[in-house]
């Protein structure tokens, strides 16, 4: 066992550091935060859970690893102007592949 791992294996990670950062997308005059989670004691990401991956400038999305949360924000006064004929965003979803002889 590698010293992280033991690290690791002996937190109760009670203690989580949040980072965010608010993105401005100019061209769509939408707003979109990216939050990470790392336990302070140890180093441990955080993984986010029951979004789908890629982003979504009206909801909420994930990266492809999941350790980063995109959270779509306006401010309270205001009302994002319609997208129109642009997209929202994209996502991915799981294809099965053929097998192969």
Known sequence: MTAVEEARSGCDHGCVLVAGNLVRLPDSDRWNVEVRLTCQ???????????????????????????????????????PLPLGDHPAGFAFRPIELEERP
Do not use: Q
């Open 41 to 79: 004691g140890c180093g441990e990401p955080f993984r986010f859970r029951g979004l789908p991956v890629g982003l979504n400038l009206d909801g909420a999305a994930v990266s492809v690893d999941g350790l980063e949360a995109r959270l779509a924000v306006h401010p309270a006064g205001e009302e």
